[in-house]
């Protein structure tokens, strides 16, 4: 049998203002990458759910991001890959003291927004997260997206990287993604969004933007918990795939 991985973004409340339904979409995923408080997320969010993660039997990994709380994580931050290693440790740091009064670890990490798509190409800021991991000293494995720099820095410096691809997310035929800037960089239609997961996980392959088809290996897929619709998207992924025979589980 078959099996892939779905993650989601979660964590990411913050005081009185709400972000998400975690505890409903862990219904349907196997890893919640949690705001480590620096794009998203207080303590005591945080603290609810890795405890809600850890009741969902769903994996906990650090959705470690640029110190942009007002941007969400969305804006580019021009620090030093000291000052960038030093933030990513900062945050695997904390998610991992909480996660650990909720009785589970860190398993892996995944970079958010900004930082995620900068490390594609940026040599010093892949660098910095690859050094943040290692330096925490548990070889945690980064997910990251399929042909980024910091997926071949992970593999040079012998941690396991992880490709994934994006359940509601746009693709050009290149394989990168549609940008948030542009109409249709996000899929609603379930239907849709199943068909392509489905493909991926069967065939490597997702339809791209102009309807070519794209090859991309992936051990994850990406459901985003913040966008309209999400916990009802989450779960049709999870029974279209385990429906074509496909199962659902960490890849950690």
């Not at 993660?53 to 990994?61: D, E, L, M, P, Q």
């Not at 650990?100 to 927004?113: N, S």
């Not at 992970?154 to 693709?171: I, M």
């Amino acid at each position: 049998m078959a099996f892939i991985d779905l993650n989601s973004d979660v964590g990411e409340s913050f005081g009185n203002w709400q972000m998400g339904d975690d505890a409903a979409i862990f219904r349907s995923v196997s890893s919640a990458n949690v705001a480590c408080g620096f794009h998203a997320g207080d303590p005591s969010t945080i603290a609810q759910t890795c405890r809600d993660a850890v009741a969902a039997g769903v994996t906990i990994g650090a959705h470690v991001g640029y110190r942009d709380l007002a941007g969400f994580g969305r804006r580019f931050l021009d620090c030093t890959p000291t000052e960038l290693a030093d933030d990513v440790l900062y945050q695997l740091g904390a998610l991992q003291a909480l996660a650990r009064a909720a009785g589970a670890d860190i398993r892996y990490v995944k970079p958010h927004g900004a930082l995620y798509n900068t490390i594609v190409h940026h040599e010093g800021h892949a660098q910095a997260v690859v050094d943040a991991v290692q330096a925490f000293g548990t070889d945690l494995p980064l997910l990251l997206l399929p042909g980024s720099l910091a997926l071949a820095k992970a593999e040079a410096a012998g941690l396991r990287g992880v490709a994934e691809a994006f359940a509601d997310r746009a693709y050009n035929p290149d394989g990168t993604l549609v940008s948030r800037r542009e109409a249709g960089a996000v899929l609603h239609d379930p239907e849709v969004v199943v068909a392509n997961m489905v493909r991926l996980a069967q065939s490597g392959e997702i339809v791209a933007v102009d309807g070519s088809v794209v090859k991309v290996q992936a051990e994850s897929i990406c459901v985003h918990g913040d966008t309209p619709g999400s916990v009802a998207m989450a779960a049709a992924v999870r029974t279209g795939l385990e429906t074509a025979g496909v199962g659902v589980r960490s890849f950690a």
